[in-house]
């Protein structure tokens, strides 16, 4: 199998998606005590959760970061999005002080 990065650069964009996606689908589908009806704990903060399931939440982040890591390789090795189709703004203005910087046979 021929990959278009090593295998650790890979490895380290999965690791990067499945803690993003673990910390963004976090207050996704959780209930509160009130919501769920359940009776709480003296002391506990109203916003808690009910029933915390860390397990389904790795579980759903292993499957979105795989995805996500997936369409990423995929896009490196094919280059359907390039820097060039992030400029909305147009193109920068030429900056002087970085001319003078440049070397007789830089251009």
């Known amino acids: ?23 963004l689908q976090l207050p996704f589908g959780v209930k509160t005590h009130d919501e769920a009806g359940v009776e709480k704990v003296k002391g506990q903060a109203d ?19 795989a995805v996500l890591t997936t369409l990423y390789v995929a896009n490196y090795k094919y280059g359907w999005i390039d820097t060039d189709d992030l400029q909305f703004f147009g193109t920068p203005p030429e900056d002087p002080a970085f001319k003078q910087l440049e070397g007789p046979g830089d251009a």
Do not use: E, K
Not at 55 to 65: F, M, P, S, V
């Open 1 to 23: 199998m021929d990959l278009p990065m090593r295998w650790t650069s890979i490895l380290a964009i999965y690791v990067l998606f499945w803690v993003a996606c673990a910390f």
């Open 47 to 65: 916003s808690a959760p009910a029933q915390f399931r860390p397990g389904l939440i790795a579980l759903r982040a292993l499957a979105l970061a």
